[in-house]
């Protein structure tokens, strides 16, 4: 079993910054993507960055501008820089992985960090 643990969510101004850890264990195979998502009350989670094993990243369009994800293959840890933050971006981080066993994929999920960010 994959275990997934969130750090660094917490309170900040708009306009401040967080960078938000993610360390994945326990995988006997590789872990091809690792990503972040989000979840704002009453809304469904949705996408904030990915990024594969080889360096490739994808990003909601929101968050471009500003945020960046980053991954050390070595540790198994994902990371989110969140520059500029706004109110908007409150929500739930959760982090993601991607599993790769023989003939088929299992994602796995932490149990999410709290990012508030106050006007």
């Known amino acids: 079993q994959v275990q997934l643990v969130e750090s660094g969510g917490g309170l900040v101004q708009a306009g401040g910054s967080l960078r938000l850890s993610c360390a994945a264990s326990?995988?006997?195979?590789?872990?091809?993507?690792m990503g972040w998502y989000r979840q704002a009350p009453g809304k469904q989670r949705e996408l904030v960055a990915r990024?594969?094993?080889?360096?490739?990243?994808n990003y909601a369009d929101s968050v471009k501008s500003r945020f960046t994800i980053s991954r050390d293959n070595a540790k198994d840890t994902v990371y989110l820089q969140m520059n500029s933050l706004k109110p908007e971006n409150t929500a739930v981080y959760y982090c993601?992985?991607?599993?790769?066993?023989?003939?088929?994929?299992?994602?796995?999920w932490g149990k999410g960090t709290l990012v508030t960010v106050a006007s």
């Open positions: 326990g995988s006997s195979f590789s872990i091809n993507t």
């Open positions: 993601n992985a991607v599993v790769m066993r023989p003939t088929y994929n299992i994602d796995y």
């Open positions: 990024i594969t094993s080889g360096g490739n990243t």
